[in-house]
């Protein structure tokens, strides 16, 4: 039941890492070094890491909620 609470608070802070970071700083920290010619990020890959970001706030604060 305790492991929760920590598990809670660890996904909210990524998720809200994923709404505050820009996409563009996530994308060259994660994937430009993927690609040959470096360009950008899609559109795409941005509306992405803003779902991201709720979702996993959302359980994070599920989790939180649920162990209460």
């Known amino acids: 039941m305790k492991q929760e609470i920590p598990a809670g608070i660890i996904f909210c802070l990524m998720g809200l890492s994923f709404l505050i970071a820009s996409p ?33 706030a959302g359980a994070g604060a599920a989790l939180i909620l649920c162990s209460l």
């Open 24 to 56: 563009d700083q996530l994308w060259r920290i994660t994937e430009k070094w993927k690609t040959k010619d470096g360009g950008q990020p899609s559109k795409r890959y941005a509306v992405l890491m803003r779902i991201l970001g709720i979702v996993f």
